[in-house]
Protein backbone atom coordinates (compact mmCIF):
# COMPACT_ATOMS: atom_id res chain seq x y z
CA UNK A 1 0.00 0.00 0.00
CA UNK A 2 0.97 3.51 -0.56
CA UNK A 3 2.15 5.49 2.24
CA UNK A 4 2.24 9.57 2.74
CA UNK A 5 5.52 10.60 2.95
CA UNK A 6 5.26 12.45 5.81
CA UNK A 7 4.19 9.41 7.63
CA UNK A 8 7.45 7.61 6.36
CA UNK A 9 9.49 10.78 7.56
CA UNK A 10 7.91 10.26 11.08
CA UNK A 11 7.95 6.65 11.02
CA UNK A 12 11.86 7.11 9.92
CA UNK A 13 11.48 9.71 13.47
CA UNK A 14 10.20 6.54 15.55
CA UNK A 15 13.12 4.08 14.15
CA UNK A 16 15.63 6.45 15.02
CA UNK A 17 14.31 7.50 18.61
CA UNK A 18 13.70 3.32 18.90
CA UNK A 19 17.08 2.76 18.50
CA UNK A 20 18.23 5.25 20.88
CA UNK A 21 16.25 3.93 23.59
CA UNK A 22 17.51 0.53 22.59
CA UNK A 23 20.75 2.14 23.87
CA UNK A 24 19.27 3.72 26.56
CA UNK A 25 18.12 0.80 28.33
CA UNK A 26 20.60 0.91 31.25
CA UNK A 27 19.47 4.31 32.00
CA UNK A 28 15.80 3.45 33.03
CA UNK A 29 17.10 0.00 34.81
CA UNK A 30 18.96 2.67 37.23
CA UNK A 31 15.52 4.55 37.63
CA UNK A 32 13.48 1.38 38.01
CA UNK A 33 16.23 0.13 40.77
CA UNK A 34 15.38 3.26 42.72
CA UNK A 35 12.04 1.88 43.34
CA UNK A 36 10.50 5.41 43.02
CA UNK A 37 6.72 5.86 42.17
CA UNK A 38 7.08 5.44 38.59
CA UNK A 39 9.57 2.61 39.44
CA UNK A 40 6.74 0.17 37.12
CA UNK A 41 6.93 2.38 34.41
CA UNK A 42 10.72 2.45 34.36
CA UNK A 43 11.28 -0.96 34.77
CA UNK A 44 8.71 -1.82 31.86
CA UNK A 45 11.01 0.74 29.35
CA UNK A 46 14.03 -1.18 30.40
CA UNK A 47 13.19 -3.46 28.62
CA UNK A 48 14.62 -4.39 25.36
CA UNK A 49 12.34 -6.73 23.99
CA UNK A 50 9.56 -3.64 24.83
CA UNK A 51 11.21 -0.86 23.15
CA UNK A 52 10.19 -1.70 19.41
CA UNK A 53 6.56 -2.49 20.17
CA UNK A 54 5.87 0.53 22.32
CA UNK A 55 7.35 2.85 19.56
CA UNK A 56 5.37 1.12 16.84
CA UNK A 57 2.47 1.46 18.71
CA UNK A 58 2.68 5.35 19.05
CA UNK A 59 3.25 5.07 15.11
CA UNK A 60 -0.19 3.38 14.49
CA UNK A 61 -1.76 6.04 16.84
CA UNK A 62 0.07 8.46 14.43
CA UNK A 63 -0.82 6.79 11.52
CA UNK A 64 -4.47 6.55 12.77
CA UNK A 65 -4.30 9.86 13.80
CA UNK A 66 -3.14 11.98 10.55
CA UNK A 67 -4.67 9.39 7.90
CA UNK A 68 -7.32 7.76 9.58
CA UNK A 69 -8.09 4.53 11.42
CA UNK A 70 -9.02 2.40 8.17
CA UNK A 71 -5.57 3.38 6.96
CA UNK A 72 -3.46 2.41 10.31
CA UNK A 73 -5.53 -1.23 10.64
CA UNK A 74 -4.72 -1.60 6.67
CA UNK A 75 -1.11 -1.04 7.36
CA UNK A 76 -1.43 -3.79 9.86
CA UNK A 77 -2.81 -6.21 7.57
CA UNK A 78 -0.72 -5.72 4.95
CA UNK A 79 2.62 -6.91 6.82
CA UNK A 80 3.72 -10.05 7.56
CA UNK A 81 4.29 -11.04 10.81
CA UNK A 82 5.31 -14.96 10.15
CA UNK A 83 8.71 -13.98 11.70
CA UNK A 84 8.11 -13.32 15.11
CA UNK A 85 5.56 -15.92 15.34
CA UNK A 86 7.72 -18.59 14.21
CA UNK A 87 10.56 -16.91 16.74
CA UNK A 88 7.82 -17.45 19.58
CA UNK A 89 6.55 -20.83 18.54
CA UNK A 90 10.53 -22.51 17.71
CA UNK A 91 11.67 -20.28 21.25
CA UNK A 92 8.98 -22.08 23.51
CA UNK A 93 9.63 -25.78 21.66
CA UNK A 94 13.41 -25.60 21.75
CA UNK A 95 13.68 -24.39 25.58
CA UNK A 96 11.93 -27.05 26.70
CA UNK A 97 13.58 -29.59 29.28
CA UNK A 98 13.75 -32.54 26.75
CA UNK A 99 15.07 -30.58 24.07
CA UNK A 100 17.72 -29.39 26.44
CA UNK A 101 18.57 -32.91 27.60
CA UNK A 102 18.79 -34.19 24.18
CA UNK A 103 21.19 -31.22 23.17
CA UNK A 104 23.42 -31.13 26.48
CA UNK A 105 23.78 -34.68 25.45
CA UNK A 106 25.73 -34.41 22.80
CA UNK A 107 27.42 -31.95 23.68
CA UNK A 108 29.04 -33.59 26.10
CA UNK A 109 29.57 -36.48 24.21
CA UNK A 110 31.47 -34.00 21.56
CA UNK A 111 33.21 -32.19 24.06
CA UNK A 112 34.82 -35.70 25.49
CA UNK A 113 36.26 -36.15 22.01
CA UNK A 114 38.33 -33.15 22.47
CA UNK A 115 41.46 -34.04 24.01
CA UNK A 116 41.39 -30.75 26.42
CA UNK A 117 40.42 -29.83 29.69
CA UNK A 118 36.29 -30.76 30.17
CA UNK A 119 35.28 -27.26 30.91
CA UNK A 120 36.93 -26.00 28.15
CA UNK A 121 35.82 -28.54 25.37
CA UNK A 122 32.58 -27.99 26.91
CA UNK A 123 32.23 -24.41 26.31
CA UNK A 124 34.19 -24.52 23.24
CA UNK A 125 31.49 -26.68 21.78
CA UNK A 126 28.52 -24.76 23.28
CA UNK A 127 29.80 -22.15 21.12
CA UNK A 128 30.72 -23.92 17.65
CA UNK A 129 28.43 -26.96 17.24
CA UNK A 130 25.46 -25.49 18.51
CA UNK A 131 25.08 -22.57 16.13
CA UNK A 132 26.34 -24.03 13.34
CA UNK A 133 23.30 -26.39 13.66
CA UNK A 134 21.62 -23.36 13.44
CA UNK A 135 21.47 -23.79 9.65
CA UNK A 136 19.44 -27.10 10.05
CA UNK A 137 17.07 -26.11 12.88
CA UNK A 138 16.98 -22.82 11.97
CA UNK A 139 18.70 -19.57 13.93
CA UNK A 140 16.15 -18.76 16.71
CA UNK A 141 16.48 -22.60 18.03
CA UNK A 142 20.32 -22.45 18.06
CA UNK A 143 20.24 -19.08 19.75
CA UNK A 144 17.56 -20.81 22.30
CA UNK A 145 19.51 -23.76 23.10
CA UNK A 146 22.86 -22.03 23.41
CA UNK A 147 21.69 -19.31 25.39
CA UNK A 148 20.17 -21.69 27.63
CA UNK A 149 23.02 -24.29 28.03
CA UNK A 150 25.14 -21.19 28.77
CA UNK A 151 23.00 -19.51 31.14
CA UNK A 152 22.65 -22.86 33.38
CA UNK A 153 26.41 -23.71 32.68
CA UNK A 154 28.48 -20.52 33.00
CA UNK A 155 26.32 -17.86 33.70
CA UNK A 156 24.46 -18.29 36.91
CA UNK A 157 27.84 -17.21 38.94
CA UNK A 158 27.40 -13.43 40.12
CA UNK A 159 29.82 -11.21 38.85
CA UNK A 160 32.24 -11.98 35.73
CA UNK A 161 30.95 -9.54 33.47
CA UNK A 162 33.64 -9.25 30.97
CA UNK A 163 33.47 -13.47 30.44
CA UNK A 164 30.01 -12.66 29.98
CA UNK A 165 30.17 -10.29 27.59
CA UNK A 166 32.81 -12.03 25.54
CA UNK A 167 30.86 -14.82 25.62
CA UNK A 168 27.87 -13.07 24.06
CA UNK A 169 29.69 -11.22 21.75
CA UNK A 170 31.04 -14.26 19.91
CA UNK A 171 27.25 -16.30 20.55
CA UNK A 172 25.50 -13.75 18.78
CA UNK A 173 27.65 -13.54 15.91
CA UNK A 174 28.31 -17.08 15.34
CA UNK A 175 24.69 -17.56 15.53
CA UNK A 176 24.67 -14.93 12.46
CA UNK A 177 27.05 -16.33 10.74
CA UNK A 178 26.66 -20.13 11.35
CA UNK A 179 22.98 -20.25 9.83
CA UNK A 180 24.17 -19.66 6.47
CA UNK A 181 25.00 -23.03 4.97
CA UNK A 182 21.86 -23.57 4.27
CA UNK A 183 19.21 -21.35 2.32
CA UNK A 184 16.08 -21.08 4.91
CA UNK A 185 17.55 -21.04 7.93
CA UNK A 186 18.86 -17.45 8.68
CA UNK A 187 16.53 -14.50 8.34
CA UNK A 188 18.52 -12.38 5.97
CA UNK A 189 19.30 -15.34 3.92
CA UNK A 190 15.50 -16.41 3.82
CA UNK A 191 14.28 -12.89 2.30
CA UNK A 192 16.31 -13.49 -0.54
CA UNK A 193 17.14 -16.86 -1.62
CA UNK A 194 14.30 -17.25 -3.87
CA UNK A 195 14.96 -14.01 -5.56
CA UNK A 196 18.34 -14.60 -5.75
CA UNK A 197 18.25 -18.12 -7.16
CA UNK A 198 20.17 -19.17 -4.14
CA UNK A 199 19.51 -23.11 -2.89
CA UNK A 200 20.99 -24.33 -0.09
CA UNK A 201 24.33 -26.09 -2.26
CA UNK A 202 24.93 -22.47 -3.36
CA UNK A 203 25.00 -20.89 0.23
CA UNK A 204 27.16 -23.83 1.32
CA UNK A 205 29.48 -23.62 -1.53
CA UNK A 206 29.52 -20.07 -1.61
CA UNK A 207 29.04 -19.04 2.30
CA UNK A 208 29.52 -22.65 4.61
CA UNK A 209 32.92 -23.05 4.91
CA UNK A 210 33.63 -18.89 5.51
CA UNK A 211 31.36 -19.62 8.24
CA UNK A 212 32.79 -22.48 9.49
CA UNK A 213 35.98 -21.27 9.60
CA UNK A 214 35.00 -17.66 11.42
CA UNK A 215 32.93 -19.49 13.75
CA UNK A 216 35.79 -22.06 14.87
CA UNK A 217 38.32 -19.50 15.35
CA UNK A 218 35.75 -16.92 17.31
CA UNK A 219 35.44 -19.68 19.81
CA UNK A 220 38.93 -21.18 20.05
CA UNK A 221 40.30 -17.53 20.52
CA UNK A 222 37.55 -16.69 23.13
CA UNK A 223 38.05 -20.40 24.76
CA UNK A 224 42.18 -19.45 24.94
CA UNK A 225 41.57 -16.07 26.13
CA UNK A 226 38.94 -17.67 28.53
CA UNK A 227 41.32 -20.69 29.88
CA UNK A 228 42.08 -19.54 33.40
CA UNK A 229 38.55 -18.71 34.36
CA UNK A 230 37.24 -21.76 33.05
CA UNK A 231 39.47 -24.41 34.41
CA UNK A 232 39.52 -23.02 37.88
CA UNK A 233 35.39 -23.47 37.66
CA UNK A 234 35.08 -19.53 38.87
CA UNK A 235 32.21 -19.54 36.48
CA UNK A 236 31.06 -22.78 36.33
CA UNK A 237 27.93 -24.03 37.81
CA UNK A 238 26.93 -27.48 39.07
CA UNK A 239 23.83 -27.82 36.06
CA UNK A 240 23.52 -27.58 32.82
CA UNK A 241 25.57 -29.33 30.61
CA UNK A 242 28.52 -30.08 32.65
CA UNK A 243 26.33 -32.46 34.70
CA UNK A 244 23.53 -34.85 34.02
CA UNK A 245 20.51 -34.33 35.57
CA UNK A 246 19.21 -36.34 38.49
CA UNK A 247 15.83 -37.31 36.64
CA UNK A 248 16.24 -38.78 33.17
CA UNK A 249 13.45 -37.85 30.93
CA UNK A 250 11.85 -40.79 28.69
CA UNK A 251 13.49 -41.54 25.31
CA UNK A 252 9.94 -41.49 23.97
CA UNK A 253 9.43 -37.92 25.43
CA UNK A 254 12.55 -36.73 23.57
CA UNK A 255 11.39 -38.25 20.66
CA UNK A 256 8.05 -36.32 20.84
CA UNK A 257 9.24 -33.11 21.19
CA UNK A 258 11.78 -33.53 18.62
CA UNK A 259 8.95 -34.75 16.05
CA UNK A 260 7.23 -31.36 17.39
CA UNK A 261 10.66 -28.89 16.80
CA UNK A 262 11.06 -30.60 13.20
CA UNK A 263 7.58 -29.76 12.43
CA UNK A 264 7.57 -26.02 13.02
CA UNK A 265 10.85 -25.67 11.16
CA UNK A 266 9.31 -27.53 8.21
CA UNK A 267 5.98 -25.30 8.65
CA UNK A 268 8.49 -22.18 9.10
CA UNK A 269 6.39 -20.33 6.42
CA UNK A 270 2.78 -21.72 7.45
CA UNK A 271 1.63 -19.59 10.57
CA UNK A 272 -1.26 -21.18 10.96
CA UNK A 273 0.55 -24.70 10.88
CA UNK A 274 3.00 -24.55 12.80
CA UNK A 275 1.10 -22.55 15.52
CA UNK A 276 -1.07 -25.38 15.83
CA UNK A 277 1.49 -27.50 16.23
CA UNK A 278 2.50 -25.21 19.26
CA UNK A 279 -0.88 -25.12 20.53
CA UNK A 280 -0.79 -29.71 20.60
CA UNK A 281 3.14 -29.08 21.84
CA UNK A 282 1.64 -27.20 25.19
CA UNK A 283 -0.63 -29.67 25.40
CA UNK A 284 1.54 -32.62 25.11
CA UNK A 285 3.64 -30.76 27.73
CA UNK A 286 0.80 -30.26 30.32
CA UNK A 287 -0.32 -33.72 30.08
CA UNK A 288 3.82 -34.89 31.13
CA UNK A 289 4.53 -32.25 33.24
CA UNK A 290 6.37 -34.44 35.93
CA UNK A 291 9.07 -33.81 32.71
CA UNK A 292 8.98 -30.62 31.77
CA UNK A 293 10.17 -27.57 33.30
CA UNK A 294 8.26 -23.81 32.97
CA UNK A 295 7.86 -23.42 28.88
CA UNK A 296 9.38 -19.96 28.34
CA UNK A 297 5.80 -18.50 27.05
CA UNK A 298 6.02 -14.78 28.50
CA UNK A 299 10.08 -14.49 26.71
CA UNK A 300 8.51 -16.11 23.77
CA UNK A 301 6.25 -13.40 23.56
CA UNK A 302 7.98 -10.71 24.54
CA UNK A 303 10.57 -11.45 21.76
CA UNK A 304 7.65 -11.74 19.40
CA UNK A 305 6.72 -8.25 20.31
CA UNK A 306 9.89 -6.88 19.91
CA UNK A 307 10.46 -8.25 16.40
CA UNK A 308 6.63 -7.47 15.32
CA UNK A 309 7.70 -3.55 16.55
CA UNK A 310 10.48 -3.97 14.01
CA UNK A 311 8.46 -5.38 11.50
CA UNK A 312 5.91 -2.01 11.46
CA UNK A 313 8.99 0.13 12.26
CA UNK A 314 11.42 -1.16 9.61
CA UNK A 315 8.76 -1.33 6.50
CA UNK A 316 8.72 2.02 6.20
CA UNK A 317 12.20 2.75 6.13
CA UNK A 318 12.27 1.41 2.26
CA UNK A 319 11.71 4.91 1.00
CA UNK A 320 15.92 6.22 1.66
CA UNK A 321 17.35 2.96 2.75
CA UNK A 322 16.51 1.18 -0.73
CA UNK A 323 18.35 4.05 -2.46
CA UNK A 324 21.37 4.23 -0.22
CA UNK A 325 21.70 0.86 -1.03
CA UNK A 326 21.63 0.64 -4.39
CA UNK A 327 24.19 3.66 -5.02
CA UNK A 328 26.93 1.71 -3.38
CA UNK A 329 29.66 -0.33 -5.20
CA UNK A 330 30.20 -4.26 -3.74
CA UNK A 331 33.12 -3.20 -1.56
CA UNK A 332 31.21 -0.25 0.43
CA UNK A 333 28.35 -2.41 0.30
CA UNK A 334 29.92 -4.96 2.53
CA UNK A 335 30.98 -2.40 5.59
CA UNK A 336 27.84 -0.48 4.78
CA UNK A 337 25.41 -3.37 5.11
CA UNK A 338 27.36 -4.54 8.17
CA UNK A 339 27.18 -0.98 9.71
CA UNK A 340 23.70 -1.09 8.90
CA UNK A 341 22.55 -4.13 10.09
CA UNK A 342 23.60 -3.04 13.59
CA UNK A 343 21.37 -0.14 13.87
CA UNK A 344 18.06 -1.84 11.39
CA UNK A 345 17.96 -5.56 11.26
CA UNK A 346 19.71 -7.37 8.97
CA UNK A 347 16.61 -9.39 7.33
CA UNK A 348 15.21 -5.88 6.43
CA UNK A 349 18.32 -4.90 5.11
CA UNK A 350 18.72 -7.98 2.70
CA UNK A 351 15.00 -7.94 1.55
CA UNK A 352 15.58 -3.75 0.57
CA UNK A 353 18.52 -5.00 -1.02
CA UNK A 354 16.30 -7.55 -2.88
CA UNK A 355 14.32 -5.07 -4.69
CA UNK A 356 17.34 -2.92 -5.95
CA UNK A 357 16.96 -3.46 -9.85
CA UNK A 358 20.07 -4.39 -11.98
CA UNK A 359 22.50 -5.40 -9.63
CA UNK A 360 24.96 -8.51 -10.17
CA UNK A 361 25.84 -11.70 -8.12
CA UNK A 362 29.46 -9.69 -6.60
CA UNK A 363 26.76 -6.94 -5.05
CA UNK A 364 24.09 -9.72 -4.41
CA UNK A 365 27.27 -11.93 -2.46
CA UNK A 366 28.32 -8.68 -0.60
CA UNK A 367 24.56 -7.29 0.53
CA UNK A 368 23.94 -10.87 2.38
CA UNK A 369 27.92 -11.35 3.53
CA UNK A 370 27.32 -8.25 5.14
CA UNK A 371 24.27 -8.29 6.39
CA UNK A 372 25.61 -11.81 8.36
CA UNK A 373 28.56 -10.38 9.50
CA UNK A 374 27.37 -7.31 11.36
CA UNK A 375 24.29 -9.59 12.78
CA UNK A 376 26.27 -9.94 16.28
CA UNK A 377 26.66 -6.30 17.02
CA UNK A 378 23.46 -5.19 18.24
CA UNK A 379 20.39 -7.16 20.09
CA UNK A 380 18.54 -5.63 17.08
CA UNK A 381 20.70 -6.62 14.37
CA UNK A 382 19.65 -10.50 14.04
CA UNK A 383 16.13 -11.48 14.68
CA UNK A 384 17.62 -14.50 16.79
CA UNK A 385 19.06 -11.72 19.09
CA UNK A 386 16.49 -11.12 21.29
CA UNK A 387 16.18 -14.47 22.19
CA UNK A 388 19.06 -14.85 23.36
CA UNK A 389 19.09 -11.25 24.95
CA UNK A 390 15.58 -12.50 27.34
CA UNK A 391 17.30 -15.46 28.29
CA UNK A 392 20.83 -14.41 29.40
CA UNK A 393 19.92 -10.70 31.18
CA UNK A 394 18.87 -12.65 34.48
CA UNK A 395 22.60 -13.30 34.87
CA UNK A 396 23.66 -9.83 34.43
CA UNK A 397 24.29 -6.62 36.66
CA UNK A 398 21.02 -4.74 37.11
CA UNK A 399 19.65 -7.55 34.98
CA UNK A 400 20.59 -5.57 31.96
CA UNK A 401 22.88 -5.71 29.17
CA UNK A 402 24.30 -2.64 27.89
CA UNK A 403 24.48 -1.87 24.36
CA UNK A 404 28.27 -0.74 24.48
CA UNK A 405 29.82 -3.51 26.34
CA UNK A 406 28.29 -5.82 23.86
CA UNK A 407 28.85 -3.93 20.50
CA UNK A 408 32.44 -3.99 21.66
CA UNK A 409 32.83 -7.93 22.70
CA UNK A 410 31.11 -8.74 19.10
CA UNK A 411 33.69 -6.17 17.36
CA UNK A 412 36.44 -8.58 16.98
CA UNK A 413 34.32 -11.64 16.44
CA UNK A 414 32.73 -9.62 13.34
CA UNK A 415 35.75 -8.05 11.79
CA UNK A 416 36.95 -12.14 11.78
CA UNK A 417 33.62 -13.02 9.89
CA UNK A 418 34.77 -9.53 7.72
CA UNK A 419 38.14 -11.16 6.66
CA UNK A 420 37.01 -14.44 5.71
CA UNK A 421 33.93 -13.77 4.07
CA UNK A 422 35.50 -10.89 1.70
CA UNK A 423 38.33 -13.72 1.28
Known sequence: MTMPHSIQVIATVLFAVAIVHTFSVPVFARLAHKHGPHAGLWHFLSEVEAVFGVWA????????????????????????FTEPLFV????????????????????????????????????????TFVPLSGSLITEPA??????LLLRDAYFKRPGHSA??????????????IGGVLSAYAAPPVLMVAKTFGWDSMFMLTHFGWRAVAAVLFNAAIL???????????????HRGVTQNAAVQVPLLTILIHVLFLVGIVVFAHHPAVFMGLLVLFIGFCYAYKRFQSPLMIKEGLMVAFFLAGLVLL?????????????GLSPLVLFWGSTALTAIT?????????SLVDGTNEAWRYMLVAGAVTGGGLTVIANAPNPAGFSILKSTFDNETISPGPLFIAALGPTLVAAALFLL
Open 57 to 80: FVLLVVMALLAGVPTAVDYMDSRN
Open 142 to 147: AMTLAA
Open 163 to 176: FKYMTLGVLFVNVS
Open 88 to 127: FAIMVVAASRPIIDMVSGIVRAIAHAIPIKRQLATYFVVL
Open 345 to 353: DNAALTYLG
Open 314 to 326: GALQKWWLQDLLG
Open 223 to 237: TLINRDVLASGEVET
